[in-house]
């Protein structure tokens, strides 16, 4: 257990674990702890102390409500310590409870061509968890970051797999198993980012096969086709996943924010 909270959320952010960060705002007549003092509390852990006993232990409790909602927001909460808490310091403090959501994004890569390869090794750098997925044993690198999950099967039933709230990255060898690909990520939704990589005419030929097929024009406007950002120019594998990669974090960091997440 670290005594240093600002270490403490960094480890978190690290692993993406979701906290509540428990401040101690106000303090009247005798109390454990002085304003300012801080602990961090999530799920299953506890990271530092605001004085101990019946006060720590209620506030763990409402941290751990808090991280059990599907919107937690910021709350304050005014603790009397006496008899009826449980403490004996006979003094008054406020506490401050402020949820810090550190999920990590998921992205799945499609293909592990020159841009994916390239893509991959950016990736790899960032607060993320990666999924690259291709058939083909023989086209992935010998070793691969820790954070990258290589997955050397078929595309689609990788995809049943992935979370839907993933970022997926469609940039296999196969026309054919790109709209495959594209196809089962929009049906099923809940997707963070569905980009394809190719030409204008590419996405102009998915959408109409789409469209034939029964999907709706709010599906439709979900497919980023071509990715990459349109000021980051190049033909390169270097300079395309570059492009890419800068759009996709741009898109979480806006989802993140949107969300009050720290990512």
């Not at 690290?14 to 961090?40: C, F, Y």
């Not at 449980?86 to 506490?95: A, H, K, W, Y």
């Not at 997955?151 to 790109?178: E, G, K, N, R, W």
């Not at 109409?208 to 980051?232: K, S």
Request: proline content about 5%; glycine content about 10%.
């Amino acid at each position: 257990m670290t005594d240093n909270w600002i270490s403490a959320l960094a480890q978190l952010q690290a692993e993406g674990t979701p906290a509540v960060l428990v401040t101690i705002i106000d303090e009247q007549g005798s109390t454990p702890r002085d304003s300012g003092t801080k602990m961090v509390v999530t799920s299953s852990r506890q990271f530092c102390t605001v004085g101990g006993g019946h006060l720590e232990f209620q506030c763990t409790r409402i941290a751990r409500e808090l991280l059990g909602e599907p919107r937690p927001a910021c709350r304050t909460e005014r603790f009397s310590l006496g008899a009826r808490l449980g403490q004996c310091c006979g003094g008054m403090t406020s506490v401050l409870f402020e949820p810090v959501i550190m999920a990590r994004p998921h992205i799945a890569v499609f293909g592990a061509g020159h841009v994916g390869k390239a893509l991959v090794r950016i990736l790899a750098e960032l607060p993320c968890d990666i999924s690259w997925v291709d058939s083909r044993a023989d086209q992935f690198p010998p070793a691969c970051d820790q954070r990258v999950k290589v997955i050397i099967d078929d595309p689609l039933d990788a995809l049943d797999a992935m979370p839907a709230d993933s970022y997926f990255i469609v940039m296999t060898h196969d026309h054919q198993l790109d709209f495959m690909l594209v196809e089962q990520v929009l049906k099923r939704g809940g997707h963070r980012y569905c980009g394809l990589i190719g030409s204008i005419t590419k996405r102009r030929r998915f959408l109409y096969r789409l469209g034939e097929r029964g999907m709706g024009a709010e599906a439709l406007a979900q497919l980023r086709c071509p990715i990459g950002l349109e000021t980051v120019k190049g033909k390169m594998p270097a300079e395309i996943a570059v492009s890419i990669a800068g759009e996709v974090i741009g898109c979480y960091n806006r989802q993140a924010n949107s969300r009050g997440e720290i990512s």
